[in-house]
């Protein structure tokens, strides 16, 4: 189709425009070729005639539907208007800074920090192809380490564009880009180094302009290494043309580098006085601009910032302050004053501050330094000359000094740099980073803006051929003809400039020159270039200036180059050197001899071999206006910069080509719409499109089929959507024409149908007034009344029919439920019958059973107390005969005292006076005691308190105890608190009794003062005391006689005893026999042919009638069989009983074991008290008192007597209840502890009563009575100890009484086993839930049940976590074993063997959910059987008896629990690694959705995945998928907890993946995959309701994206529509939805664009949020899991090996 032809009405073309570059006007009128005018309309209403020239009519629009693309290439129009347009909209509307241009990243500053640069939007451009996502720097950072790692080729990334541009900052990115994503394998974090020299170069060499607050015044090229493996090793720099003549000059509004800034703004700082520097104002240097300080940016911070990178780089402080003075002295010398002496000289005054402290820090003369700033050498070839210099030409050399001193401290920075970028090994590859400026032209241009044209024409070179080189490329790859193609070659330009006798070489020349000036040069400039060289112009008004006709633009250049491009400085630069740096800053004559110009000339050169070598990637940053307003755009500005960066040069070759490109599926997808029927018919796609193109475009030479593309010449996809809308319009108008016509048809229709009715009506009541008459009324009324009767008549004979049939049913069925329910009532009185009789020869049995074994207990009982009183009797006689002797030594000893007495009776007198001097010193002696016994009695009732106190506290605890337990015990609860109390209360009283005794004491201590006057007395006493005793020896002798009668009786008891334990025995057998035959009597009893024999024949004629016999002996059967069930029912009870008998054996073994315990505690309380009782008599001299006090001791121990007797008692009562309260055993126990804590209490506090007796009673004792009392005393504790002894002996006996009814129980047991002959299977053994094995075998289990073992396959077949039940199991048997260090052992290497597991199959999804679930078992049974009682009370009794005995294993549960969380993290992120590649293909790119694809071009940069790709993955991938994870995690027997949990965590990755890929896609971003986002989360819904997840939580993660692609859909035009938006989407942050309604893209022309006004609507009422700047969502985030406890239902008796486990080493206890 020819151009002109597409000049019709309604399109739209671009117009130039003084303002705006380009307008955009409607045709009102279609163009007729010939026409001299263009009738069009501008978008102001404006009605234009614009004149047009055929050949060159104005540019056409492109639709709106192309507006905005990614890439400009995909525009259908590629010219200057179209591309500026599509950037503005971008720019202005959607917010988008970055757009693609073919191979070219057009990216324009936004002034304004944007949340595009995380972290997380590197992960997500990481691994994507360039077309996959939206424009970004950051994707051709990934597309060049791709190709590098790809193709291990060296990639270069060239980033050029104006001051201002942003070039230093995507450059920045770029290095952040490639640090993040590669991180070095090295700790020395080389990364960073990177990054940190860019903070130390942007301070040295950045600097504040008019047009930038932080502009690079050089150029960088940044070479970053890689390894084999693709990570950073280090990397070099290289540098470009620094800005020298800014140290010592800066515009008006402009700065000098920012480090002399950040110098002065810390010249306080302690570190920095020694180089005496002050504010910026005060120096020349840095005040010329009249602008010090920048907006928003801290200098003494970023000084902070500086010295860190320093110090990150590894430049030692010392190196940071030779650099800090070098600055500092440039500083000094611009303040340096030089003046005039005449007209040819000058001087510099010595005394100077400054260049005191310049020299100072320099470390050099001031002589000579005064000297050499205001003299020159002049060296010839015979001589060498010193000339004076006036004042400029010295200010001239002093700021050439500064110049040399900084552009040499500059070179040297960058070499230290390197030197810490420096790596050991070899470099595998590298990305270059070329961070230059753009072609720069201002109205006074110097010799910098000329190097960096020529450099900028250079890269624009290589750039052309670069461009040329993929196409031709792409069109052989397709194979299409190569044509060439007319374009700008600058080779001309470069080599007016470059080659020999060119502008440099000229310049150089001159340089050289002892007297060369710039009008020399000129002068040869004109003659050389003047009307030869069409690149070069002389300004008519002008002779001291020159243009050069660059590819951008005209250049104008002042001849002032002799300034920045001088020959060697004057040799006093040879003298200046850094310390710790390089010795001197001079170089070798050959290098002193070239100027900047060729030494720019042959680093370019480098550069440009460097980059021909690399594979290139550009990046053209855009200044969008000079006021640095945020998304402000100057469209004058933009366009001058396109033109000057070759954007639009490399538009304009695309545009002479073939610039639109489609692949076949594309092709299709978008235009099969204006595809026939016939031509769809056809199998092959490729074929298809080539047949409608044919049709369609009738031109064959503007397009061309490629193997898989299809190229068109620029307009024709613009005809193609021509075409296709008005397919679509045409499409509509049918519908609607259609669906109108149906609608009216519908409305037609149904008034039709109205009016038929009123007519129907009508017609009806006008028939009925016509037909009514009287005779017609007579007859019909007569016809009713006959069918009425008739009718009735047929009724009534038919309900009668029904009736007798009803009745006869009725009468069978009643009389056949009756004789059922006859027979049945029949049958149950017979069975009732025999179970009667059955029942009660069962009880009277039972009975008789119970009685002899009462019977037998009670003998042996009685036989035991007879024992028992034998032994005591015999005790008694050998306790007198003791005393009897004790009696008679005594006796012997009392004479022989009378006799000393009567002897010392004489002496008396004499002995009187030492007797009062002897009384005097006692008496003090026992005031002094006295005095210690008050102490004492305080210490006394300060003990009484604190028992006091804590008997209170233990009543207290015991309240509590006994308030546990259940109702059903609440009687005995009530009998145990009445006998504590009954307890406490005899407490109390003895407890005032030993108060009672210690104030008795009191008195006795008093009485003892007087004991001297009556000695006498005593004696006389003692005298009556021997009578006395002589009466009780013959007493003594008395019962001795008596002895031998007890012996015999004695014997006569032992013969009755043997002779009831004979009876018991016989009796044992006859029980054991009897209940044999229970069981045979039983069935013998209820024998048929027993029962018929036993009948009368009358009895059997009389069963017989009517059947009754026979339903006699269906009932004796089931009778028969109720009994069997009966019989089993109680043989199961006796077992459970006998279960039970066996625990409360075991638990009043442990009974006797307590009270064994009491008893010896109490012989101890005796010992105490014989001790107490021996002191106390030593005290007293009077006998009577100690009677008293031994006969309360013996009410003591009466009272002990009768405690324990209770206790026995109730032992007796726990014995009679075992039968009956199985659940009150534990009561019982728990109230004995009680009590034996109490007695415990009483002993305690006895002793230390006896102890405090004793402490009494130390000081009073005599040497006269004491022999006579111990014998007596000795006699008393005897008889105690033999009372012990008795006790001790009543325990044993107790012990033998459980011993027999144990013996007794199992007797019965077996009887009733042997009982059991009806045909019952021998009982099966019956397991413990543990599995034994040996300490060798821990590795066996290890390596068969953890290592060895593979889910698949074996899980089917077992119940969940059975390996973790075994290991449990084996667990259990280590503690049974009470065995710590093989417990501990098995479970190191348990764990250590699931570490290992899991770390070899890391990535193996079924074995990690194996041994998750597994572990998660492990734990729960540790839990489960750890005898806390939160845990147990979810067992049964089943398995509350299989928990932990000895150890508490809460250490390991925890070392579990972080394992079991370890796990389930490598388990998660298998699951994203596995499911994460398909979700931006299965969500977002795969059209599911018939009629809704969303296709439109996509430009140069093609998209990856394919629409028609068999390979790529749908929704029913990911459905797929996760049904995959759901049947592997229910298989391994995941508890369902964490399968939700699980869930919950892939559901927020895929809503956050997707979401995070739709933020960062435009072409993603329409109404129809909205449509299709929300159809996708629908099928992620229907896949939780059919698993039963709905409460997992797993959908509400989705609603972010749920409510964007709800955001896709709605309308967004009116305020209503806004306040909507604001209301629904909670979900998502202010920064998100502003990015979809920024980026919201239009698929047909009948779709409205979000208009900007609408996108601010929406930000100002999302104002109030308090949300993050974030946009993306981060993918790594995890929800936090937890480990429910879930008891395990399985019992460990049940557990059951499998072989294939190959555990048959292990075995079942």
């Known amino acids: 189709m020819a151009l002109a032809e597409l000049y019709t009405q309604y399109n739209r073309v671009w117009i130039p425009d003084s303002e705006e570059v380009w307008q955009s006007a409607e045709i009102t009128k279609d163009y007729k070729a010939g026409d001299r005018f263009l009738h069009v309309q501008l978008e102001d209403g404006t009605e234009l005639h614009y004149p047009v020239d055929p050949s060159a009519l104005p540019p056409l629009r492109n639709p709106d539907i192309l507006v905005g693309e990614n890439d400009l290439t995909a525009l259908s129009y590629l010219h200057e208007p179209a591309v500026l347009h599509n950037l503005k909209v971008r720019f202005v509307e959607s917010r988008l800074i970055y757009t693609y241009s073919g191979i070219i990243l057009v990216a324009i500053n936004p002034y304004k920090q944007l949340p595009i640069y995380g972290d997380a939007i590197i992960h997500a451009y990481s691994g994507q192809n360039m077309g996959d996502m939206d424009p970004h720097i950051f994707a051709v950072a990934e597309e060049a380490y791709k190709q590098m790692a790809r193709n291990s080729k060296n990639q270069s990334i060239i980033v050029s564009g104006e001051s201002g541009a942003g070039k230093t900052v995507s450059a920045r990115y770029t290095m952040r880009y490639f640090a993040t994503v590669s991180k070095s394998s090295s700790n020395a974090h080389v990364e960073d180094k990177v990054l940190a020299s860019n903070p130390i170069t942007e301070a040295v060499g950045n600097a504040k302009t008019t047009r930038n607050d932080n502009s690079s015044r050089f150029g960088k090229y940044t070479e970053i290494s890689f390894d084999p493996s693709y990570r950073i090793i280090g990397a070099n720099m290289r540098t470009y043309l620094l800005e020298k003549s800014r140290v010592v000059f800066q515009s008006e509004n402009e700065r000098n580098y920012h480090i002399f800034y950040q110098l002065c703004a810390s010249a306080m700082q302690p570190e920095f006085k020694h180089l005496k520097l002050g504010s910026a104002e005060e120096f020349n240097y840095t005040r010329m601009g009249g602008s010090t300080t920048i907006e928003g940016v801290d200098d003494r911070a970023n000084m902070i910032e500086t010295q860190k990178t320093f110090a990150l780089l590894g430049l030692k402080e010392d190196f940071q302050m030779d650099v800090f003075k070098t600055l500092a002295a440039i500083l000094h010398l611009g303040n340096l004053e030089i003046t005039a002496v005449g007209d040819e000289r000058s001087s510099v005054n010595l005394e100077d501050n400054h260049l005191n402290v310049f020299c100072e820090l320099l470390e050099l003369n001031s002589d000579k330094m005064a000297q050499w700033l205001c003299h020159r050498k002049i060296i010839t070839t015979s001589e060498t000359v010193i000339k004076p210099m006036t004042k400029p030409q010295a200010l001239n050399a002093r700021d050439a000094l500064a110049k040399k001193i900084y552009s040499h401290l500059f070179d040297f920075i960058v070499e230290r740099i390197n030197q810490a970028l420096q790596f050991s090994g070899k470099q595998h590859t590298f990305i270059g980073v070329l961070d230059i400026y753009g072609f720069e032209t201002f109205d006074v241009n110097s010799f910098e803006q000329f190097c960096i044209n020529y450099a900028n024409e250079k890269l624009q070179q290589q750039f052309n051929l670069h461009v040329f080189k993929l ?121 002193l001899r070239m100027t900047v110009g060729s030494k720019f000339r042959s680093s370019l050169s480098l550069l440009m071999e460097t980059l021909n070598a690399t594979t290139p990637h550009y990046v053209r940053c855009i200044k969008p206006n000079d006021e640095k307003q945020p998304f402000e755009f100057d469209s004058k500005r933009v366009a001058q910069q396109l033109r000057a960066c070759g954007v639009l040069e490399t538009i304009r070759i695309s545009a002479q080509s073939y610039p639109s490109r489609w692949t076949y599926i594309e092709f299709f997808s978008r235009y099969s719409i204006l595809m026939a029927q016939q031509e769809l018919s056809f199998n092959d796609k490729k074929q298809i499109c080539k047949i409608v193109l044919q049709r369609l475009i009738q031109d064959p030479n503007q397009y061309q089929f490629g193997r898989t593309k299809i190229f068109f010449r620029a307009g024709q996809v613009a005809y193609l959507e021509k075409l296709r809308s008005d397919k679509l319009r045409h499409a509509c108008i049918v519908i609607q024409k259609s669906v109108r016509g149906w609608l009216q048809r519908r409305r037609f229709l149904r008034m039709k149908q109205a009016a038929v009715t009123i007519q129907q009506y009508c ?443 209770e206790q026995t008692a109730k032992l007796k009562e726990m014995s009679n209840r075992l039968h009956h309260e199985p659940e009150g055993d534990r009561t019982l126990r728990r109230t004995n502890e009680i009590q034996n804590e109490m007695d415990v209490k009483e002993k305690g506090r006895l002793n230390v009563i006896t102890q405090e007796m004793e402490g009494l009673s130390n000081g009073l004792k005599q040497d006269e009575i004491q022999a006579e009392v111990k014998s007596k005393m000795k006699q008393e504790t005897t008889r105690l100890t033999v009372e012990n002894m008795d006790l001790e002996e009543e325990l044993d006996m107790k012990d033998r009484i459980i011993k027999k009814l144990e013996d007794q129980i199992k007797t019965l047991t077996k009887t009733i086993e042997k009982g059991n002959e009806v045909s019952v299977s021998a009982l099966s053994k019956e397991y413990i839930g543990m599995m034994e094995y040996k300490r060798e075998d821990e590795e066996r289990i290890v390596q068969n049940l953890i290592l060895d073992l593979k889910p698949r396959g074996v899980v089917v077949n077992m119940i969940p976590g059975l390996p973790a039940h075994i290991l449990f199991m084996c667990v259990r048997y280590a503690d049974y074993l009470n065995d710590a260090d093989m417990l501990k052992s098995f479970i190191n290497v348990t764990i250590d063997g699931i570490k290992q597991a899991v770390k070899e199959n890391s990535e193996d999804f079924e074995m990690l959910s194996f041994w998750l679930s597994n572990t998660y078992y492990f734990l729960n049974c540790l839990k489960q059987y750890s005898g806390e009682e939160e845990f147990m009370k979810y067992n049964t009794p089943r398995q509350n008896k299989n928990c932990l005995k000895h150890f508490d294993l809460s250490e390991y549960r925890q070392v579990l629990s972080d394992l079991a969380i370890r796990i389930y993290h490598q388990f998660i992120l298998v699951m994203e690694n596995n499911i994460q590649h398909m979700i931006v293909p299965g969500m977002l790119e795969y059209e599911s959705l018939q009629g809704i694809s969303g296709l439109k071009p996509t430009g140069f940069r093609k998209r990856s995945s394919s629409i028609d790709d068999t390979d790529t993955y749908t929704m029913t991938s990911i459905l797929q998928q996760l049904s995959y994870f759901y049947s592997t995690m229910c298989q391994n027997g995941l508890d369902s907890e964490l399968l939700k949990q699980a869930v919950k965590q892939l559901f927020f990755l895929i809503g956050a993946i997707t979401l995070n890929s739709l933020l960062l896609r435009k072409d993603m971003c329409s109404c129809r995959k909205g449509m299709q986002i929300r159809c996708n989360i629908s099928y992620l819904e229907e896949w939780l309701k059919d698993k039963n997840l709905q409460s997992s939580n797993a959908k509400e993660t989705l609603e972010p994206l749920s409510q964007a692609a709800w955001l896709l859909q709605v309308k967004k035009i009116t305020d209503d529509d806004a306040k909507e938006i604001c209301e629904h989407c909670t979900s998502l942050s202010t920064v998100q939805i502003v990015k979809i309604l920024n980026s919201y893209t239009p698929i047909d022309d009948f779709e409205k664009r979000v208009t900007p006004s609408f996108v601010r609507k929406v930000q100002a009422m999302l104002n109030n949020r308090e949300d993050g700047p974030q946009l993306m969502l981060d993918t790594k985030y995890h929800f936090q899991v937890t480990f429910p406890f879930t008891p395990s239902p399985h019992d460990l008796e049940m557990i059951q090996v499998p072989s294939s486990f190959k555990l048959g080493f292990l075995t079942r206890v």
């Open 471 to 591: 196409e031709q490329e792409e069109y052989m790859k397709e194979d299409i003809p190569w044509t060439l193609i007319d374009f700008y070659d600058n080779q001309p330009v470069i080599d007016l400039i470059e080659a020999k006798m060119g502008i440099l070489e000229l310049l150089d020349e001159e340089c050289l020159l002892p007297h060369g000036t710039d009008e020399n040069w000129l002068q040869k400039l004109y003659n050389n270039f003047v009307n030869k060289n069409t690149l070069f112009e002389k300004p008519r008004m002008s002779n001291t200036s020159f243009i050069i006709q660059h590819f951008a633009d005209k250049f104008h250049l002042c001849a002032s180059f002799f300034q920045d491009n001088p020959a060697p400085i004057s040799p006093f630069s040879s003298t200046i050197s850094i310390k710790s740096a390089r010795p001197v800053l001079k170089s070798p004559n050959k290098q």
């Open 763 to 1205: 017609r009806g009541q006008r028939a009925v007034r016509q037909a009514i008459t009287a005779q017609a009324l007579k007859q019909t009324w007569a016809a009713i009344i006959i069918q009425k009767y008739c009718r009735g008549y047929l009724v009534r004979k038919l309900c009668q029919l029904i009736q007798v049939a009803a009745v006869t049913i009725q009468a069978y069925t009643r009389g056949f439920l009756a004789r059922k329910k006859y027979r049945k009532m029949l049958e149950e009185h017979k069975a009732v019958i025999l179970q009667k009789y059955a029942r009660a020869w069962l009880a009277r049995r039972r009975f008789q059973n119970i009685r002899r074994f009462v019977l037998n207990i009670q003998l042996s009982y009685r036989v035991q107390r007879l024992q028992k009183k034998i032994e005591e009797q015999s005790k008694e006689n050998h306790g007198l005969l003791e005393r009897l002797t004790n009696l008679a030594s005594t006796h012997m000893n009392d004479l022989d005292t009378i006799q000393k007495l009567e002897s010392e009776l004489e002496k008396l007198a004499a002995q009187k006076r030492t007797y009062e001097e002897k009384g005097k010193k006692y008496k003090e002696d026992s005031e002094q005691k006295i005095l210690k016994l008050e102490s004492q009695i305080k210490e006394l009732r300060e003990q009484k308190e604190t028992l006091e106190v804590k008997l209170q506290e233990k009543t207290e605890e015991m309240k509590e105890k006994m308030d546990d337990l259940t109702k059903q015990l609440f009687d005995d609860v009530r009998k145990e608190e009445s006998q504590r109390m009954i307890l406490e209360k005899n407490f109390q009283s003895q407890k005032q009794d030993y108060e009672k005794e210690i104030e008795s004491l009191k008195g006795e201590i008093k009485v003892l003062r007087e004991e001297k006057t009556q000695l006498q007395q005593q004696m006389q006493q003692e005298i009556a005391i021997q009578d006395d005793l002589k009466i009780e020896v013959g007493q003594l002798t008395k019962q001795v006689q008596k002895i031998p009668e007890l012996q015999k009786e004695i014997e006569l008891l032992q013969t009755q005893k043997l002779d009831v334990e004979k009876q018991a025995q016989s009796q044992k057998r006859e029980m054991r026999e009897k209940m044999s035959e229970v069981t045979k009597q039983l069935l013998e009893s209820y024998d048929f042919e027993d029962v018929r024999s036993r009948l009368s024949t009358e009895d059997l004629e009389h069963l017989n009638e009517d059947g009754e016999l026979w339903f006699a002996y269906e009932g004796l059967k089931k009778a028969t069989r109720v009994l069997e069930s009966h019989f089993q029912s109680q043989k199961e009870n006796y077992e459970k009983e006998i279960e039970g008998l066996n625990l409360k054996v075991e638990h009043l073994s442990q009974d006797i074991n307590h009270l064994q315990k009491l008893f010896r505690e109490e012989n101890d309380i005796n010992d105490g008290i014989r001790l107490e009782v021996s002191r106390l008599t030593s005290e007293n001299l009077v006998i009577p008192d100690l009677k008293q006090q031994v006969s309360e001791l013996e009410n003591q121990k009466l009272d002990l007597e009768n405690r324990l007797q």
